[in-house]
């Protein structure tokens, strides 16, 4: 989906009246890029093994400190 924002050319700007002759609309870039369905389950992923990792260490560290 793309984002749009009004701009104006340097050319139809009026400095001294602070105005736009002809407005212009420029696509504007995301913070994100697009991802596909492939690339999304791919982190989805690493965040989900991430997790199990954390939980196993934290288990570990509670049983050895039960023992």
Do not use: N, Y
Not at 12 to 41: K, N
Not at 46 to 67: E, S
């Amino acid at each position: 989906m793309a984002h749009v924002v009004r701009g104006c050319l340097e050319s139809d700007f009026d400095a001294a009246a602070g105005t736009c002759a002809q407005e212009i609309w420029i696509p504007q870039q995301t913070s994100l890029p697009a991802l596909t369905v492939e690339e999304a389950q791919t982190i989805g992923i690493a965040f989900a093994f991430l997790w199990a990792v954390a939980f196993v260490f934290r288990r570990l560290r509670k049983f050895l400190d039960q023992a």
